[in-house]
């Protein structure tokens, strides 16, 4: 994955890409094993996928960086360790089909692109829906499909998943969701008010019940907006 900033010379292009990729071995090792994160295919994944060409053009030097960045329309593409986090929690091996609620900038879905079988994801806000899409597109991503909706819904002529993947806070975990869940599939997301949040498992047993796997890190993430969500804000 990556393509030339528009008026760079090839030599140029060789260089920032060279650095650019130092940068992102740098952050697996510093931020991502250093706490801890072990699955060797989110690991694999991280190495791969340019994270820079998911960040808007200002914020390029800084992509990989150990913080959230704005993407604009009031979201943000997540702190680099969270990600890996959220992803290892998913436990993907390599042929599921994954629901991803908040595509943002499109980067966690080129990731889970790599790593499951199929992708459906689902952004709210059209601006951002259309660049990821063309991102994603211009990175060579096949297995994914992009909608531009409201989340809290899932996505029901897709379903069933076998894990799905929020990248937005809520109280409680929409109730479609967890309708949407096969047997033996895996939520992972963020549970809690606006003060802060945890990131959460929730695992769908063999008999259709639903258990709380496991409780991962504290965290800080944009609301869930939507009809299972919070409401728009003021109140739209």
């Not at 010379?9 to 801890?36: C, N, Y």
């Amino acid at each position: 994955m990556g393509l030339p900033v528009k008026g760079q010379a090839p030599a140029q292009w060789g260089r920032e890409e060279e650095r650019f990729r130092r940068a992102r071995h740098d952050m697996v090792e510093s931020q991502i094993l250093a706490r801890g994160v072990k699955d060797p295919r989110v690991i694999a994944a991280m190495r791969r996928v340019p994270r820079h060409l998911f960040v808007p053009e200002v914020f390029r030097e800084e992509a990989y960086s150990d913080k959230a960045l704005p993407i604009g329309q009031g979201q943000t593409i997540s702190q680099p360790y969270m990600v890996a986090a959220s992803l290892e929690a998913l436990g993907l091996q390599g042929g599921e089909k994954v629901l991803e609620i908040g595509a943002g900038s499109g980067y966690v879905t080129a990731l889970l692109a790599e790593l499951a079988a199929k992708v459906r994801a689902i952004e709210r806000v059209p601006e951002l829906s259309r660049a990821a899409r063309e991102r994603l597109e211009r990175a060579g991503c096949t297995n994914f499909l992009l909608w531009t909706a409201d989340g809290t819904y899932g996505w029901p002529e897709e379903a069933p998943f076998d894990a799905i993947l929020a990248a937005a806070s809520a109280l409680e975990p929409p109730q479609p969701w967890l309708e949407q869940l096969a047997l033996a599939g895996r939520l992972v997301m963020p549970l809690g008010g606006e003060e802060g949040q945890v990131l959460v498992r929730i695992a769908r047993e063999a008999d259709g019940t639903f258990r709380r796997s496991g409780d991962l890190v504290p965290c800080v993430f944009v609301r869930l907006i939507g009809r299972y969500g919070w409401p728009e804000p003021g109140g739209k």
